[in-house]
């Protein structure tokens, strides 16, 4: 479906013209992991959590444009030095593919200038094909699409999921699900790729020196085993807040360009 020849004009609020903005996705949208720290880097699934959604908020929030940033969802979760009403998002943790989809009416309702998807490592994890995961996400998008004709859609990779006993299938599947999301994005209309996974090199390991950028495991907080951590298992599919901090400029940077472009009514 092509999107209209011009943008409806973003909503004004005293006088300014106010750009929304939906993170949409599972648990790395949730925010799991933010707080994680030594020694057991456990991925929290908390009311703390913000994620890569704080950052990015505050790198908006002080970058030049001629507008006011608004996070919209129906969740709700985030640091306390983020304002309450720039907490919103959703992201759902566990949810694959398929699952998210089911979320339509939700994201109708909060009316988005732009999404934020990230979405496929709750796929993985279960076990789901590289095929099955595409046509899941091409559903997806064209759901995206045609409900939300004229926002603007920016789609990430999934980062590394290494888990102990499947390493080398996991990693295949990864590999094969990114390389292929750039042409499947290209085929629709005012969608963008950003590739978080290769721009920050996140999540690949025990032996990754940058271990401090990934949770270690999924912790009891979260509503996971702690006897599934090391040296018994591990799953690093979740960042630290080191990790988030990383994410959130690199959302930034791709993000500030297309928020111009909307301002100036282009599409």
Not at 15 to 37: E, K, V
Not at 66 to 79: C, D, K, L, R
Not at 152 to 160: A, E, F, Q
Request: proline share 8%; with cysteine; aromatic share 8%.
């Amino acid at each position: 479906m092509k999107l209209l020849s011009s943008l409806i004009l973003p909503l004004l609020v005293h006088g300014i013209p106010q750009l929304r903005i939906l993170p949409l996705g599972d648990s790395i949208t949730f925010g799991c992991g933010s707080s994680a720290a030594p020694p057991d880097w456990y991925a929290c699934c908390d009311s703390f959590s913000g994620g890569y959604r704080a950052p990015l908020w505050a790198a908006l929030n002080g970058s030049v444009i001629n507008a006011t940033i608004q996070m919209v969802g129906t969740e709700s979760n985030g640091p306390s030095w983020v304002p309450l009403e720039q907490r919103a998002h959703e992201g759902h943790p566990g949810w694959t593919i398929s699952m998210i989809k089911g979320l339509q009416a939700k994201w109708i309702s909060v009316t988005p200038d732009v999404v934020l998807l990230m979405a496929g490592t709750n796929d993985v994890s279960q076990g789901h094909t590289n095929a099955t995961m595409l046509n899941d996400m091409t559903n997806l998008l064209q759901a995206l699409r045609t409900s939300l004709p004229n926002a603007r859609i920016l789609v990430t990779s999934i980062l590394w999921l290494p888990q102990s006993g499947n390493l080398n299938n996991l990693s295949y599947t990864i590999k094969a699900y990114n390389a292929a999301l750039p042409g499947l994005i290209a085929t629709v209309p005012g969608a963008t790729f950003v590739d978080i996974a290769g721009a920050t090199g996140m999540c690949f390991g025990p032996d990754d020196p940058r271990y401090t950028l990934c949770a270690v495991c999924n912790g009891p907080c979260g509503g996971y085993n702690k006897n599934a951590c090391p040296p018994l298992g591990y799953s690093y599919c979740h960042p630290s807040g080191a990790g988030y901090s990383l994410m959130g400029g690199v959302w930034a940077g791709a993000l500030l360009p297309i928020l111009n472009e909307i301002l100036s009514g282009k599409v």
